[in-house]
């Protein structure tokens, strides 16, 4: 089963109105990291949040780990068409032998104008 | 800084070819890692390394070789390629572990086996 559930699979937004993805684990999370792929591209770093109850913003962009540290949210102010893309998170999860992150399978963003 | 490069780009083997993928940092990273991602799919740990002359296994390591002789690069090794190996690449590379430091990735190689 997957690690890192991520919702929704899909988001299709009018231009300017806000949104928000989830990544849920059933474990414990270590390290949660949300990253932005453009289709046929590498990953570009966004936030990474460590402790329970963090919040980070940029620009536009907010995200949050919850208190025990089993989901993070991404939420995005008045979307504009540079926010389209692949929203991905990544996470260190407890119990994970390999020394690398586990991955959600992403969500597609498409802005509307 | 280059930060971390790959090539080729695109390949296209035919079954039971073998090639490498390459990858190089520049910005002197302990940790490297090599993963896949399928279409729909979440990226998937291939192997990695935390310093120069130590490799392990990730997730997905069946089909798939690594060396890491400087701590500049990382090659991966696709032995005998598969179908099933369809993928693109993606090599990522880090100055401390996952858990605290943040990892840069290449714009990847999208093979194709046919």
């Known amino acids: 089963s997957q690690e890192l559930e991520q919702s929704p699979q899909s988001l299709i937004v009018q231009e300017g109105k806000n949104l928000t993805i989830n990544c849920t684990s059933s474990?414990?999370?270590?390290?949660l990291y949300w990253y932005k792929q453009k289709y046929g591209e590498g990953l570009i770093f966004l936030m990474m949040?460590?402790?329970?109850?963090e919040e980070k913003s940029h620009e536009k962009i907010t995200a949050k780990l919850d208190e025990k540290k089993q989901q993070s949210s991404l939420h995005i102010t008045a979307s504009q068409p540079s926010h389209a893309g692949i929203y991905l998170c990544?996470?260190?999860?407890?119990?994970?032998?390999?020394?690398?992150?586990?991955f959600g399978k992403g969500t597609h963003l498409i802005i509307q104008p | 800084n280059a930060g971390v490069t790959q090539t080729p780009k695109f390949r296209i083997l035919k079954i039971g070819q073998s090639m490498t993928l390459q990858c190089a940092q520049d910005m002197n990273h302990n940790y490297m890692y090599w993963y896949r991602q399928d279409p729909g799919m979440g990226l998937k740990l291939i192997y990695y390394s935390v310093g120069a002359g130590i490799t392990d296994k990730g997730e997905v390591p069946n089909g798939y070789n690594v060396s890491r002789s400087t701590t500049e690069d990382f090659p991966l090794r696709l032995e005998l390629a598969a179908p099933s190996q369809t993928s693109v690449y993606f090599c990522a590379s880090s100055y401390a572990p996952p858990q605290i430091d943040k990892q840069y990735f290449g714009p990847g190689t999208r093979l194709t086996v046919l």
């Open positions: 949040l460590q402790k329970g109850g």
């Open positions: 474990k414990t999370l270590y390290g």
């Open positions: 990544g996470a260190r999860v407890s119990g994970g032998g390999a020394d690398g992150l586990t």
